[in-house]
């Protein structure tokens, strides 16, 4: 059995490190970004979008609602520490991931509001017969802007984390 912490950083209240399945804002640094922010919210007062919220534990969350993150870079700059980088905002790993079953679409209810929204066209829908349609997601294309899974009427759609390429070495 793996020990998932040590008994020093239980004592010491660092039980374990950021499990990497929530949205930090964009161009957070990955592994150690709880260590490195201050929870000083500048970053969610300072979002035109109001893409960044500051969740239940203190730190800042990717949480759009009524409009698509920009990547405009305005939380990175404003960050006092180094906890966001406007240098990785192109590194930004979040993608929308499509859950088929439960879209109204292919439930034969007309319901497009993820199409309509999403400003890249990375989301689509091939019709089918009985007046269904399945969503098509082109990841490729999606940003992570996050618009779209805080549309769907029917929680059909949620940003995951891509995993990150592996460069090879070569010798």
Known sequence: MQQLTSRRAFLSAK?????GNIARPPGSVD????ETC????????TCPEDAIVIGTDGYP??????TPCTFCGDCAQICPTEALSIDR???WPWRAALTADTCLSMHAISCRICQDNCEQ??????????GRAEPVLDLDTCNG???CPSLCPADAIALERQPQPQMETTQ
């Open 38 to 45: 201050s929870k000083c919210g500048d970053c969610a007062d």
């Open 31 to 34: 592994l150690c970004f709880v």
């Open 61 to 66: 969350r990717f949480q759009p609602t009524d």
């Open 145 to 147: 802007c996050g618009i």
């Open 121 to 130: 066209s990375a989301i689509r829908f091939k019709l089918m017969t009985g």
């Open 15 to 19: 039980i374990r490190p950021e499990d």
């Open 89 to 91: 905002l192109p590194d």
